[in-house]
């Protein structure tokens, strides 16, 4: 069912504030990712707080869906959610990176919520099609979710999952690239061009999807045909802005994994605007 | 008449598959040799080909694994503890998942393809990972307990498979256990601790040497290797005041690294010695004639016996 006017403004509204959540947070402690955060903020916003079925109230549902971030360094952004869903109290944001902390780096598994431990790159979308195959044969009808970089794509795990899953016809498992062309060194042009990657995906055997990735009723109807494709995986290709919602940021490698002043951090809230 | 390693290995997870229908196999284009397709053939719903893709088949495994299945993955062990490694220690290790690693063709056991495909590091790497517990059978019916008891034990779980055919050692019913190991020839002079095929070169040592100079050694199977027996380890050293390891492996960070941490900590010092692939590549040829050449036939244990006899004060 598309998405209403009224949800979309509510989900818009959340986006706001998980991103000025976000970097918060990574400002405190002088430490993370805020470009690839923010680019994946309407993907996971969408996926946890509109599509996905799960509930913290039973965490291990068997029949839950599940979410492999694969690009482990936006692990800010899960959190956000997974706060906003009940699996993680209110206010734990504030303990990112530090010690004793549940929510570390890179979401790890033993956090609640978090379906695949991640951080080093690559490997999460044949985690995700493992999922996908054992749900299969429990005979549940969840679904399985990978979020990945596009930065990430330049290990060949990727392709190793890319080949596979499209065998093993696992229509269960949709991964969502959030395409916003900068990596850690510069544009993924400079560091590793990456050249036809709708094509590629295509060739590999997967249903191809395409969208604007900070469009909510765009990524939505984009799930909603992933999930009516039969037969093969699907990938929505998302693209998006790496460091979206802060001028300063935006298409800028350097903010990748680089610690924000406390001057560069008022200015972003400034922009990102709403109640604090 | 003892069958390969590889074969009891691949009848046992057969066997249990009819048992549990959670267990999951998995295999790297290689089910022919591992024996994994035993299962496969059985269980073709439960038995995943994921091609020469290492580190695809085990992330998948970790997925698996979180959806309540029990997946044992299989190839040659240089190749999983290697390509695989990623995988197993940011998703399985880190994860503490459910997940079974058939390393097959341990040490030199792939004669003939050489260096490439002789695993001599795979213990140092497993047994460095958080959570993961390392097993090596030297026997048929080691090989069938271990394989059941990854299958009814939660965690990562290693075994170091051999492509080769041992002598059978224990009864079928012998009580296994982990964190144990196992006298299987006693003595009072020396102890050699061993895992695999050199349990059984150690104790065709110990007889010789036993016949020919009159030496009572002393043979420990080490078939827990983590975690490790160290009583026993401790016990030996003040018992027989000389400790010899004994493995298919570089003498670096395998059983020789784990008992000599023990040794350690616990201030044995005892003078020691270190049978093993001397920190070096192999090559191919016939496998009687690799382990002589590389020191781990009997010849070697007897070697390191003799050179800890004459260290022993």
């Given at each position: 069912m598309p998405i209403t006017a009224q949800r979309t403004a509510e989900l818009k509204t959340l986006c706001r504030r998980f991103r000025r959540e976000a970097l918060e947070a990574v400002a405190a402690i002088q430490s993370g990712h805020p470009g690839g955060s923010l680019?994946?903020?309407?993907?996971?916003?969408?996926?946890?707080?509109?599509?996905?079925?799960?509930?913290?109230?039973?965490?291990d549902d068997p029949d839950r869906d599940r979410l492999v971030l694969s690009k482990g360094h936006a692990a800010p952004m899960l959190y956000c959610n997974l706060i906003e869903k009940g699996f993680l109290p209110k206010g734990s944001l504030s303990t990112l990176r530090r010690i004793d902390s549940q929510l570390q780096g890179h979401a790890c598994i033993h956090t609640p919520g978090v379906d695949m431990s991640a951080g080093p790159l690559g490997i999460g979308l044949a985690a995700a099609q493992g999922m996908a195959m054992?749900?299969?044969?429990?005979?549940?009808?969840?679904?399985?979710?990978c979020v990945l970089g596009d930065g990430e794509t330049e290990e060949g795990a990727v392709w190793e999952a890319a080949t596979s899953a499209p065998k093993f016809a696992l229509d269960n498992l949709c991964a969502i690239l959030d395409y916003n062309k900068v990596q850690l060194d510069g544009t993924t042009d400079e560091v590793m061009p990456l050249r036809d990657m709708p094509g590629k995906w295509t060739a590999f055997g997967w249903n191809v999807l395409r969208c604007d990735g900070h469009d909510i009723p765009a990524l939505t109807e984009a799930l909603d045909a992933a999930e009516r494709c039969k037969g093969k995986p699907t990938?929505?290709?998302?693209?998006?802005?790496k460091g979206k919602g802060v001028?300063?940021?935006?298409?800028?490698?350097?903010?990748?994994?680089?610690?924000?002043?406390?001057?560069?951090?008022?200015?972003?809230?400034?922009?990102l605007g709403g109640d604090k | 008449m003892p069958k390969a390693i590889r074969e009891v290995y691949g009848a046992a997870l057969a066997e249990l598959g009819a048992q549990n229908e959670d267990i999951v196999v998995l295999d790297a284009?290689?089910?022919?040799?591992?024996?994994?397709?035993?299962?496969?053939?059985?269980?073709?719903?439960?038995?995943?080909?994921?091609g020469i893709a290492e580190s695809n088949m085990v992330s998948t495994a970790a997925g698996l694994s979180t959806t309540g299945k029990i997946p044992f993955v299989n190839t040659f062990t240089v190749f999983l503890t290697t390509l695989g490694l990623i995988a197993t220690r940011a998703q399985v290790c880190y994860g503490n998942l459910n997940v079974k690693f058939g390393g097959a063709y341990c040490g030199m056991s792939d004669a003939f393809d050489g260096a490439s495909h002789h695993a001599t590091e795979d213990i140092a790497v497993m047994r460095s990972l958080p959570n993961m517990t390392v097993i090596a059978p030297a026997d048929a019916a080691a090989t069938r307990w271990a394989t059941r008891f990854?299958?009814?034990?939660?965690?990562?779980?290693?075994?170091?498979?051999?492509?080769?055919?041992?002598?059978?050692?224990?009864?079928?019913?012998?009580?296994?256990?982990l964190g144990k190991g196992a006298i299987v020839r006693e003595g009072r002079d020396v102890t050699v601790i061993a895992c695999g095929l050199l349990v059984h070169n150690a104790i065709a040592a110990a007889e010789e040497l036993e016949k020919?100079?009159?030496?009572?050694?002393?043979?420990?199977?080490?078939?827990?290797?983590?975690?490790?027996?160290?009583?026993?380890?401790?016990?030996?050293?003040?018992?027989?005041?000389?400790?010899?390891?004994?493995?298919?492996?570089?003498?670096?960070?395998?059983?020789g690294g784990a008992v000599s941490e023990v040794l350690a900590?616990?201030?044995?010092?005892?003078?020691?010695?270190?049978?093993?692939?001397?920190?070096?590549?192999?090559?191919?040829?016939?496998?009687?004639?690799?382990?002589?050449?590389?020191?781990?036939?009997?010849?070697?244990?007897?070697?390191?016996?003799?050179?800890?006899?004459?260290?022993?004060?």
């Amino acid at each position: 069912m598309p998405i209403t006017a009224q949800r979309t403004a509510e989900l818009k509204t959340l986006c706001r504030r998980f991103r000025r959540e976000a970097l918060e947070a990574v400002a405190a402690i002088q430490s993370g990712h805020p470009g690839g955060s923010l680019s994946v903020c309407e993907i996971l916003t969408v996926l946890y707080q509109e599509r996905m079925r799960v509930d913290a109230s039973r965490p291990d549902d068997p029949d839950r869906d599940r979410l492999v971030l694969s690009k482990g360094h936006a692990a800010p952004m899960l959190y956000c959610n997974l706060i906003e869903k009940g699996f993680l109290p209110k206010g734990s944001l504030s303990t990112l990176r530090r010690i004793d902390s549940q929510l570390q780096g890179h979401a790890c598994i033993h956090t609640p919520g978090v379906d695949m431990s991640a951080g080093p790159l690559g490997i999460g979308l044949a985690a995700a099609q493992g999922m996908a195959m054992g749900l299969r044969l429990n005979g549940s009808a969840a679904r399985v979710y990978c979020v990945l970089g596009d930065g990430e794509t330049e290990e060949g795990a990727v392709w190793e999952a890319a080949t596979s899953a499209p065998k093993f016809a696992l229509d269960n498992l949709c991964a969502i690239l959030d395409y916003n062309k900068v990596q850690l060194d510069g544009t993924t042009d400079e560091v590793m061009p990456l050249r036809d990657m709708p094509g590629k995906w295509t060739a590999f055997g997967w249903n191809v999807l395409r969208c604007d990735g900070h469009d909510i009723p765009a990524l939505t109807e984009a799930l909603d045909a992933a999930e009516r494709c039969k037969g093969k995986p699907t990938i929505i290709i998302a693209d998006t802005i790496k460091g979206k919602g802060v001028s300063f940021m935006e298409g800028k490698a350097a903010w990748h994994g680089k610690a924000i002043s406390p001057e560069d951090l008022e200015r972003a809230l400034q922009e990102l605007g709403g109640d604090k | 008449m003892p069958k390969a390693i590889r074969e009891v290995y691949g009848a046992a997870l057969a066997e249990l598959g009819a048992q549990n229908e959670d267990i999951v196999v998995l295999d790297a284009d290689l089910s022919g040799s591992t024996k994994s397709a035993m299962f496969g053939k059985a269980f073709p719903e439960r038995f995943f080909n994921m091609g020469i893709a290492e580190s695809n088949m085990v992330s998948t495994a970790a997925g698996l694994s979180t959806t309540g299945k029990i997946p044992f993955v299989n190839t040659f062990t240089v190749f999983l503890t290697t390509l695989g490694l990623i995988a197993t220690r940011a998703q399985v290790c880190y994860g503490n998942l459910n997940v079974k690693f058939g390393g097959a063709y341990c040490g030199m056991s792939d004669a003939f393809d050489g260096a490439s495909h002789h695993a001599t590091e795979d213990i140092a790497v497993m047994r460095s990972l958080p959570n993961m517990t390392v097993i090596a059978p030297a026997d048929a019916a080691a090989t069938r307990w271990a394989t059941r008891f990854a299958a009814e034990t939660w965690g990562p779980m290693y075994l170091r498979l051999s492509r080769d055919v041992y002598p059978d050692l224990y009864p079928e019913d012998y009580p296994f256990q982990l964190g144990k190991g196992a006298i299987v020839r006693e003595g009072r002079d020396v102890t050699v601790i061993a895992c695999g095929l050199l349990v059984h070169n150690a104790i065709a040592a110990a007889e010789e040497l036993e016949k020919e100079k009159g030496v009572s050694v002393r043979v420990v199977d080490m078939y827990s290797i983590k975690p490790i027996d160290k009583d026993l380890i401790l016990r030996c050293a003040a018992e027989t005041g000389a400790i010899v390891t004994a493995e298919e492996h570089n003498i670096y960070g395998g059983l020789g690294g784990a008992v000599s941490e023990v040794l350690a900590w616990g201030g044995a010092g005892v003078p020691t010695e270190f049978v093993g692939i001397q920190d070096t590549f192999t090559e191919s040829g016939p496998y009687k004639q690799l382990l002589a050449k590389y020191g781990v036939d009997a010849a070697g244990v007897r070697a390191g016996i003799e050179k800890v006899l004459a260290r022993k004060k």
